[in-house]
């Protein structure tokens, strides 16, 4: 197993289930945010029922589920064991679902059907370079196709490349993952220069509490 599956199993473990059901009683749903019941859903990826769909870093499935049971053909792709294991035990009935174990760029390069959106929620496009990634992505986009990723906002001064620590037991030191900041202004410039087009990041307000930090959403097409 590679350092970061391990580090994305450690992870999983201290992450909570997602609610049996939402402040709708919904049983599925979509969320772009860190907040419960808050922000837009599914309607972003402006895609209709049948449409082929990729969540890169699906985590334990909750979105990727949700887009399935709109009849989207709905594929997760996640670089950790763990998360998967518990996506497939909540999710693994949904019809039209398929749930695989990759690193996003090595999934994306592989497959060759083409997607009609690819979405990251806190995912892989936060944690890949996107150098790397994005031309990645825009091939395997059909034409007018969606890329819509949510992650959080960049800390001022803080840009490009960055460390994100996972905490592990008291004695042991944190495992390290990469993560890419930048201001809305800078993903847009990214996803231009990689043939993006119908470009927009926006900073989503956290709502009303103690919590500031909002969410930012960038959509673009293929």
Known sequence: MTDT????????????????????????????????????????????????????GCGKGGNVAHLATLGMRAVGVDVSPQQLVAARE??????????????AISFLREDREGFAAVYSVYGAVWFTDPARLLPAIRERLRPGGRLVFSQRPPVEGCYGCQASYIPRGADEDPLIVKRWD?????????????????????????????????????????
């Open 182 to 222: 930048y201001e809305p202004d800078a993903w847009e410039r990214l996803l231009k220069e990689h043939g993006f087009t119908d470009v927009s990041a926006d900073v989503l307000a956290a709502p009303p509490g103690n919590r500031k930090t909002g969410t930012l959403i960038v959509r673009a097409r293929a």
């Open 90 to 103: 909540r999710w693994g009935w949904t019809p039209g679902l398929q749930l695989h174990q990759a690193d």
């Open 5 to 56: 599956a391990i580090a994305w199993d450690t992870y999983s473990r201290q992450r909570p289930e997602r609610r049996p059901t939402n402040a709708a009683g919904e049983t599925t749903w979509f969320n772009w945010t860190a907040y419960p019941d808050h922000g837009p859903g599914a309607e972003l990826l402006e895609t209709p029922a049948g449409g082929r769909v990729l969540d890169l």
